[in-house]
């Protein structure tokens, strides 16, 4: 069973950046899919991004295209969402998730393991 602690949130001003990591526990993080997700006071939980096992296959939610980027070191057990060019809408606690399944999937509950939550808010 893995284990997921994130990390990197914080408050920013619009405009600026921030990176999370989430390390993993155990010896097959290799063999998982990760996904980033985040949920918003009073919405439901939404895709942001994922990877396949080796990075090759990445999907993004249209909201973060082209500002968020996903990447994962299997070495170091972790994956990384480097959030740039943040808005006001993107606060929100952001999670990470592992799916044993290495097919990269959009859907929450296609995911198997979930971290804590980091708290990332962002003022105008």
């Known amino acids: 069973q893995a284990q997921l602690v994130e990390s990197g949130g914080g408050l920013v001003q619009a405009g600026g950046s921030l990176r999370l990591s989430c390390v993993a526990s155990?010896?097959?993080?290799?063999?998982?899919?990760m996904g980033w997700f985040r949920q918003a006071p009073g919405k439901e939980r939404e895709f942001v991004a994922a990877?396949?096992?080796?990075?090759?296959?990445?999907y993004y939610a249209d909201s973060v295209k082209g500002r968020f980027t996903i990447s994962r070191d299997n070495a170091k057990n972790t994956v990384y969402l480097q959030m740039n060019s943040l808005k006001p809408e993107d606060t929100a606690v952001y999670y990470c998730?592992?799916?044993?399944?290495?097919?990269?999937?959009?859907?929450?509950?296609?995911?198997?393991?979930w971290g804590q939550g980091t708290q990332v808010t962002v003022s105008s």
């Open positions: 998730a592992a799916r044993t399944i290495g097919v990269v999937v959009t859907e929450a509950k296609h995911y198997d393991y």
């Open positions: 155990g010896r097959t993080f290799s063999t998982y899919a």
């Open positions: 990877i396949s096992l080796s990075g090759g296959t990445i």
